[in-house]
């Protein structure tokens, strides 16, 4: 993965965690699980999108 790419994928995931201890202060449970249902999503997204590069580049040499 590329190194803009992963400090993009580390930034939004910050930044959706972040959201959620916002929303938590805020007390607004509807917002804390959508923002960690997200989250989650997202994180798990960048960990599916690195593993298919590497299983691609390993193809390819």
């Given at each position: 993965?590329?190194?803009?790419?992963?400090l993009l994928?580390?930034?939004?995931?910050?930044?959706?965690?972040?959201?959620?201890?916002?929303?938590?202060?805020?007390?607004?449970?509807?917002?804390?699980?959508?923002?960690?249902?997200?989250?989650?999503?997202?994180?798990?997204?960048?960990?599916?999108?690195?593993?298919?590069?590497?299983?691609?580049?390993?193809?390819?040499?």
């Amino acid at each position: 993965m590329s190194k803009p790419l992963a400090l993009l994928f580390a930034l939004v995931g910050t930044l959706l965690l972040a959201s959620i201890s916002f929303f938590i202060a805020l007390r607004q449970p509807w917002m804390v699980l959508l923002c960690a249902l997200i989250a989650l999503g997202f994180i798990g997204y960048g960990f599916a999108f690195k593993a298919k590069l590497r299983k691609r580049n390993k193809q390819n040499r």
